[in-house]
């Protein structure tokens, strides 16, 4: 099955950190770039960051810049996010995200990560 499948999310104090995964199955994980996204309530969803697992590639939002850090295990076919310094304002359903081509643009399910003040 084609599917991508984030987890990680959680509650965790301004200041804290966490690592997002998005595990992806049934296409070749090396051929595309994987994004992160994230939609606050009341808000639209916002790209956070992507990698190009072809090259290793990443680009950031500037809000997230110094703080996110996407990497890649192209052995497992997941792609991580590490937040570190979290904000309240980081408060979001996280999803990520590639686009298959042809065969169209895959999200996941999403996970909630809620900050607190």
């Known amino acids: 099955e084609v599917q991508l499948v984030e987890s990680g999310g959680g509650l965790v104090q301004a200041g804290g950190s966490l690592r997002l995964s998005c595990a992806a199955s049934g296409f070749t994980f090396e051929d595309y770039s994987i994004g992160w996204f994230r939609q606050a309530p009341g808000k639209e969803r916002e790209g956070v960051s992507c990698i190009d697992n072809s090259n290793g590639r990443t680009d950031y939002a500037d809000s997230v810049k110094g703080r996110f850090t996407i990497s890649e295990d192209n052995a497992k076919n997941t792609v991580y996010l590490q937040m570190d310094s979290l904000k309240p304002e980081d408060t979001a359903v996280y999803y990520c995200?590639?686009?298959?081509?042809?065969?169209?643009?895959?999200w996941g399910q999403g996970t909630q990560v809620t900050v607190s003040s």
């Open positions: 995200n590639t686009n298959l081509g042809r065969n169209g643009v895959l």
